[in-house]
């Protein structure tokens, strides 16, 4: 597989509103997409996973690193060509009603991206929104119905034949089946699973729900606190997680009766003042053995030593890690 999307050092920080301090939500996160490949993105809520989603799409801007397409720094790209990126990577949210716009017919939701995009005229236009109702399972009756009219399944459908008009390489999920019923996630996922056989997409989810993750997924990666902690095969992941951060989250999971004992403390610390060292130590049951090591240097994302094996950033697995 080809690269498609390379995020180098990535910060996105946030002022606290009314008051001086500042928040990294992103914190020089560095992370390779390849063409094709399906991603999770997990972590507890706050960790930053839908501020990197949005980053990746424009919707909030990035005060250092880069965002590269084929190699592209797309901060660098003239109007004209970031139009031309902005096609292939499409998001779809997390709540498929306040994502629509309720003014707008089926017919509206899915031209729009089209007349912005300069794509087509009138009749080539309906042509490929009635074949996107088919292809998202959505009858072409449907087509002068507003999203008000849809059940929440069905919203969600609508919101991924908006992603697809474009017709994307990359299709950034958010949360996509969290606000629906457990029975229409199932057909959302089933959807999504041919989607992506069919058109040859790459998928990036964002999601706590490792049930998801090993179901759609061949990668994964670990935010803390805005920091990635651990990169790996979904295989991998499962198998044998390196971060104790990722072993926690795998025993929750579960439902491992060990899952508490893998965190010290119920308590994550605030955004804005977080522990120096690696910002995890303090929940860390496996800090004590390093010493003072874990609240004094930060440890950086770093590749085992065998050949492809998978990243973490934890003082645990140093002498394994690539040099």
């Known amino acids: 597989m080809s690269s498609l999307l390379e995020l180098v050092d990535l910060t996105v920080a946030y002022r606290e509103r009314g008051g001086p301090r500042k928040l990294r939500a992103v914190d020089g996160v560095s992370l390779v997409f390849e063409s094709g490949s399906a991603t999770a993105l997990v972590g507890e809520s706050g960790s930053g996973k839908s501020t990197l989603a949005r980053a990746l799409v424009g919707l909030v801007e990035h005060q250092s690193g880069s965002i590269r397409v084929d190699g592209r720094d797309v901060a660098k790209l003239s109007s004209r060509e970031l139009l031309a990126v902005r096609r292939r990577i499409q998001i779809v949210f997390q709540d498929p009603f306040g994502s629509l716009d309720p003014r707008l017919s089926v017919e509206e939701v899915l031209a729009e991206p089209l007349a912005i995009h300069k794509i087509g005229d009138a009749r080539s236009r309906r042509a490929r929104i009635f074949a996107l109702l088919e292809a998202v399972g959505l009858s072409t009756q449907d087509f002068g119905r507003y999203p008000h009219e849809f059940s929440g399944g069905q919203r969600q459908r609508l919101a991924i034949a908006r992603a697809l008009a474009l017709e994307p390489e990359l299709l950034i999920l958010d949360e996509p089946t969290s606000a629906l019923d457990v029975s229409v996630q199932a057909q959302i996922l089933n959807l999504l699973a041919s989607l992506r056989e ?15 993750v090993r179901q759609m997924c061949e990668r994964v990666a670990v935010m803390y606190f805005g920091r990635v902690v651990e990169e790996s095969s979904v295989e991998d992941f499962f198998r044998a997680p390196l971060h104790p951060y990722s072993r926690a989250l795998v025993a929750l999971a579960r439902r ?8 010290v403390g119920a308590d994550a610390p605030s955004p804005f003042a977080l522990p120096s060292g690696c910002t995890f130590h303090p929940r860390c049951p496996q800090a004590p053995e390093l010493g003072p090591r874990c609240g004094d240097e930060r440890p950086t994302l770093a590749r085992l030593v065998r050949e492809r094996g998978p990243s973490v950033a934890c003082h645990l697995h140093d002498a394994e890690r690539a040099r």
């Open 198 to 212: 069919r058109f040859g997409l790459a998928y990036l989810f964002i999601t706590h729900d490792l049930a998801l």
């Open 256 to 263: 491992s009766p060990e899952a508490r004992s893998l965190l």
